[in-house]
């Protein structure tokens, strides 16, 4: 019995410092592990917050990505192969446009001469009342056509007392050619404005230009370039056969003298000597 007791003794004595050392060491790495979990909270993040903060920054790349995607432009359908409808060709430039346009097509008028004089023949007046027919005749003849002073009479309803107005004188004109060109373009104030004036320079230019004499019904006086002087109180029939200095200045023939059988006169002063009469063009 005491033999028992003392081997008993014996080994507690001799298991007793082992346990209390691992029970020291169990209990200085529960300590390490609890002071190394309270050290992480400050510093490398626990895995569910490494977990959490991986997961919200592929999140945020995800919404970058879709906001681009947005601020992009969408693309083209030319892109797919369709054409688009601003890249068909506009209508003007197209040729068939082009050839349709009257202001690509028109062709440019040609600029009349600065100065024209037509080929015609003068006859003086054959009676002191037939300048009218004597000077459509003369007029005429500027365009080729050959008549008679005595053939004009009749269609201009000439007679003792002259020819009554520049309409007769366009009516008459018109017979003779073809086409009926002529028209009466009366001055009716006792001076021609400038509008007027403007207007029988255009008028001779344009009809001698084209082959045409002008007839004109003028009354009074009037000074040509060289001085001389003219005057017809009671009225008188001239032609115009030509022109220089683009119009600004006309050549008349006149078949009141056979010794002055033409002149030149501004056409500012042949417009003041046809006022309250006209001319036909």
């Not at 008679?148 to 050619?177: C, F, H, I, W």
């Amino acid at each position: 019995m005491k033999h028992h007791l003392k081997r008993q003794l014996r080994r507690l004595a001799t298991e007793r410092p082992y346990q209390i050392i691992a029970g020291s060491a169990a209990a200085l790495v529960l300590a390490g592990g609890a002071s190394a979990a309270v050290a992480g909270t400050g510093g490398a993040p626990a895995p569910q917050e490494r977990a959490a903060a991986v997961t919200e920054a592929r999140l945020g790349e995800a919404a970058s990505r879709g906001e681009a995607r947005a601020a992009a432009p969408a693309p083209s359908a030319s892109a797919s192969g369709s054409p688009r409808a601003s890249a068909s060709p506009s209508p003007s430039a197209s040729p068939s446009a082009a050839k349709a346009d009257p202001d690509v097509t028109r062709a440019a008028k040609p600029k009349p001469p600065s100065s024209k004089i037509l080929d015609y023949s003068y006859q003086a007046q054959t009676a002191y009342w037939n300048c009218g027919p004597a000077a459509v005749r003369n007029a005429l003849s500027a365009s080729g056509v050959e008549t008679t002073q005595d053939a004009m009479v009749a269609p201009l309803n000439a007679g003792v007392y002259g020819t009554n107005s520049a309409e007769d004188t366009t009516r008459g004109l018109n017979k003779m050619v073809k086409g009926n060109p002529y028209r009466t373009h009366m001055i009716p104030g006792q001076a021609a404005t400038p509008a007027q004036m403007d207007q029988l320079q255009a008028d001779l230019v344009k009809a001698i230009t084209a082959g045409r004499g002008v007839v004109v019904n003028i009354a009074g006086s009037a000074t040509d370039t060289d001085g001389g002087w003219h005057s017809f109180p009671g009225g008188h029939y001239i032609a115009v056969v030509g022109y220089k200095n683009d119009g600004r200045t006309a050549l008349i023939a006149d078949s009141a003298n056979p010794a002055l059988p033409s002149y030149w006169m501004t056409t500012i002063d042949l417009a003041n000597w046809a006022a309250t009469r006209g001319y036909s063009a």
